[in-house]
């Protein structure tokens, strides 16, 4: 599954750089081209204008005007506006379609004829065998010599004809070794040689690409032509040895794709239709050398091409089927020769990395050949990242691919080869998720000290610095490449985060304090990196350290548990964390768009984990819970006097954020007393072993100080003075509740409470009381709403009267309930009449 993510990888990168090789090559072809039309533009101005100077000086007859006129435009016609593409389809388009096409066709047809006479006459024919080879090779010597007289004449007619002798002898010494056995080997071999520097020297000396493909062309066709499915592979690789031979020493002296095409494909397509029918395991030792001659022999002939360029070629700069298409060829048979030892893979992959790293080098000096070494450096990475995944297991593949991921990235930026980063980056992210998988199911290692662990940080590493080097360089990379830098910062912190939860959750002990350790620690080291380099996408990314930081506060502060949270290594955990809290909040003071969430939210948070410790440390002296919620509402009425002065212990740097600190700080904190405040009335304020005195017990006392507190913090107004009503006439109800439960021995439930007649008659007093007071207050202020809110709690007393009380006719409750409100009633209507209406302009 490696190799084949690999391969895909791989083979996705060359199509890639193929076509990104072939529109360099046509942007360079398009300069040239408009060069040359702006030179033929000039040329047209100067001789149009000379015509005129021509015309005025000196007159001349029309016929001769005429003339010159012609005379120039045959000139320039002869003269190339463009380069014609080097297309190996359009040439044999071009061969069978142009020029002398009865020829070319009837050589064609002659050589195959040849072919099949000579294993017919092998089977019928009772001529010995001598003879009739005889008469073979003295034929191909006729076409030879007619050809050659012919050489200079139109249509290639002489070359073709040579092309097809020379094919002949090529059958002929085949035939002759193989089919007869008349020819011992080595005398083959020294005849096959001599037809091979024949035929290539005719072709150079001639400069006939076409002479060139019929004698080659021949070469190979003549085993396939006459062969019964026998033989020695050794035969036929030496043979083809021998003709590849001669398609170098072409390439030395002529830049001839076509015919370099020819014998590749020739050599790799029946070399591989070998393999698969008739290749074992034993034959390795006799094939091997020949497979390592052919990768040799069209390496050279990559380079002599791309050397031999002396006009622009937008389709010749490099030979890409040669330069990709070989190395991978020569791999995948190596695969099936090695029968899948991955010793032996990765030392070929090894081998042919250094190789194209070497050749890359050599000619990086020449201009010429800069595409060529580029394509060369290429092949030589792929080939190691190969050789890696063929030498180690998947942990270390991983972590070797994201290490040379990350060079490539940077040597991709440093040469501005969008290619090769597009590769490294793909490469990244599968050796991320590859190593990912493999440690999964890896379990019961020593925390932290692991090759597991090593690695995950050196894929950090790697994932970390190809982020920077990606921002770096943000005005030279594309625009898709600005996101692929804030997608390795975030993989690099996740797979940080990833590695240590995986290490913690293998220790067994306290989780939340060990990852705050663990997150505080790596916060750290990256605000510092961050703070050194002033790396913008880093120093955003870590404010989201303290939220972070709050999904593990969560173990820590419940409030329906009696924890420690700073109980064993907690004061340790909590205090690292909140000091590089407070340490990015310094460092990044200008850089971070949240400071004053983050600056409001840790003193909130501070706050929880203060509340939840004094609960603990309460509860080891008592269990009761009137003095464990008294201690947390003091705390509480504390930390608001805290804030409201924080100006007076403030770091300088923080002093721009008191008033932060005061109004939301202070708020969020009144949120919790509140909270606070609604709770506490469920309880009973038991000051056991204290007897219990309304308002003067340690919970009352402090709901008391919370309720004016918090009243202190809002501007006063209208909704204001009705919600500090209400507050009173709740917590006087629940003193009230407290005492009946106290005093008259009621359960503290609502259910025993409310259907308590001795509670009904105080609730109806204490309310008449409290409405008397908010109307004798309103007379004296005047205050119509104030006087109407205190008849309206009135009336709910007359009601209840009438409601509750009055269904128990036959108790004392009800009489002293009904006589005190009547005269609470005449009280109120003596001392606190309606206040009259205020002017309409007041």
């Known amino acids: ?47 149009t204008k000379n015509r005129a100077n021509i015309a005025k000086t000196e007159p001349t007859p029309t016929v001769k005007v005429q003339k010159a006129s012609n005379s120039f435009i045959k000139v320039n016609k002869k003269q190339p506006l463009h380069v014609k593409e080097n297309n190996q389809f359009n040439y044999i388009k071009n061969y069978f379609t142009s020029g002398n096409i009865v020829v070319k066709v009837g050589g064609v047809i002659l ?67 193989k089919l007869y056995t008349i020819l011992p080997p080595s005398t083959a071999l020294i005849i096959m040689i001599i037809i091979v520097i024949l035929g290539s020297i005719l072709a150079i000396i001639q400069n006939a690409m076409p002479l060139a493909i019929f004698a080659l062309g021949g070469g190979f066709l003549a085993p396939i032509l006459t062969s019964d499915g026998s033989g020695s592979h050794i035969v036929l690789f030496t043979y083809y040895a021998l003709l590849n031979s001669a398609i170098v020493g072409m390439a030395w002296y002529r830049s001839w794709r076509v015919l370099n095409l020819m014998g590749f494909v020739f050599t790799f397509v029946i070399a591989t239709a070998w393999g698969i029918l008739k290749y074992e395991s034993a034959l390795f030792m006799s094939t091997e050398p020949f497979l390592v001659l052919f990768f040799i022999f069209y390496l050279s002939v990559s ?22 298409g070989l190395p991978f060829i020569i791999f995948g048979l190596q695969i099936s020769l090695v029968d899948g030892v991955d010793s032996s893979l990765a030392i070929t992959a090894i081998v042919m990395s250094l190789i194209y790293l070497i050749l890359c080098k050599i000619i990086a000096k020449d201009e010429k050949l800069q595409l060529l070494s580029f394509s060369f450096l290429s092949l030589g990475v792929i080939f190691f990242t190969i050789a890696i995944a063929y030498t180690f297991d998947a942990q270390i593949t991983a972590t ?17 080869r969008f290619i090769s980063r597009v590769f490294a980056q793909t490469l990244q992210l599968i050796a991320t998720l590859i190593y990912i998988a493999s440690s999964l199911t890896v379990n019961d290692l020593t925390p932290f000290i692991n090759s597991y662990y090593l690695g995950y940080i050196i894929i950090f590493i790697a994932s970390l610095f190809s982020s920077y080097m990606l921002y770096m360089y943000k005005d030279k990379i594309s625009d898709f490449e600005h996101y692929s830098s804030t997608i390795f910062l975030t993989l690099a912190i996740s797979i940080l985060l990833f590695a240590g939860f995986k290490e913690v959750s293998n220790m067994n002990i306290e989780m939340g304090n060990m990852m705050l350790i663990y997150i505080a620690i790596s916060s750290l080291i990256l605000s510092i990196v961050a703070s050194k380099l002033r790396w913008a996408n880093l120093i955003t990314i870590l404010q989201g350290y303290f939220a972070l930081g709050l999904l593990f506060f ?59 410790e004094l609960i603990y440390t309460v509860s080891l002296f008592s269990t009761n819970d009137t003095y464990i919620l008294s201690a947390l509402g003091i705390f509480f009425i504390l930390m608001i006097i805290i804030l409201l002065k924080s100006n007076n212990f403030l770091p300088k740097v923080f002093k721009k954020y008191e008033e ?51 009243f202190k913090q809002f501007k006063k107004d209208d909704i204001v003075y009705a919600i500090l009503g209400a507050t009173v006439l ?58 109407i809110a205190g008849t309206s709690l009135i009336g709910v007393v007359v009601l209840k009267l009438f409601l509750v009380e009055l269904a128990n006719s036959q108790t004392v409750e009800r009489i002293i309930s009904f006589i005190a409100v009547g005269i609470l009633l005449l009280l109120i209507g003596y001392f606190a009449p309606l206040p009259p209406l205020k002017k309409e302009n007041e």
């Open 303 to 324: 380079i002599l091409f791309a050397n031999k360029q002396k006009e622009f070629n937008p389709k010749a700069i490099i030979d890409s089927t040669l330069v990709f």
């Open 660 to 710: 932060r600190y005061t109004t939301i700080g202070v708020l969020g904190v009144v949120a919790m007393l509140s909270i606070w405040e609604v709770y506490s009335i469920s309880l009973s304020a038991n000051p056991s072993p204290l007897p219990y005195i309304p308002l003067l017990n340690p919970l009352e006392l402090t709901q008391l100080f919370g309720f004016i507190l918090i």
């Open 554 to 612: 969560i173990s820590l502060i419940p409030f329906y548990e009696s924890s420690h949270p700073f109980g064993s290594i907690g004061a340790i955990s909590i205090g690292l964390f909140f000091f590089v809290h407070y340490f990015q909040l310094y460092i990044f003071d200008k850089d971070w768009t949240l400071q004053t969430t983050l600056h409001v939210g840790s003193i909130w948070l501070l706050t929880l984990l203060g509340a939840k």
């Open 1 to 47: 599954m490696l190799e084949f993510i690999l391969y895909i990888v791989i083979f996705g990168f060359i199509y890639s750089l193929s076509n990104k090789i072939e529109v360099l090559q046509r942007e360079l072809y398009s300069l040239k081209r408009n060069s040359s039309k702006k030179v033929l533009s000039i040329v047209g101005k100067v001789t």
């Open 400 to 416: 070797l691919w994201a290490i040379e991921a990350s060079a490539i990235i940077y040597v991709g930026l440093k040469q501005e």
């Open 111 to 177: 050589f195959f004829g040849l072919a099949f006479l000579a294993k017919y006459a092998s089977l019928h024919s009772t001529i010995s065998i001598e003879f009739r080879m005889l008469a073979l090779v003295a034929f191909s010597l006729v076409l030879i010599t007619i050809g050659w007289r012919l050489r200079k004449r139109d249509g290639y007619y002489g070359q073709i004809l040579q092309g097809v002798g020379i094919g002949s002898f090529y059958l002929v010494t085949f035939v002759s070794t």
């Open 730 to 787: 709740v917590f006087s109800t629940v003193i009230l509740a407290r005492s009946v439960h106290y005093y008259a021995e009621v359960d503290y439930k609502l259910l025993s409470i409310s259907t308590s007649l001795i509670f009904q008659m105080g609730l109806s007093i204490l309310w008449s009381i409290l409405a008397m007071f908010a109307m004798l207050k309103a007379n004296s202020l005047q205050n119509r709403t104030l006087w």
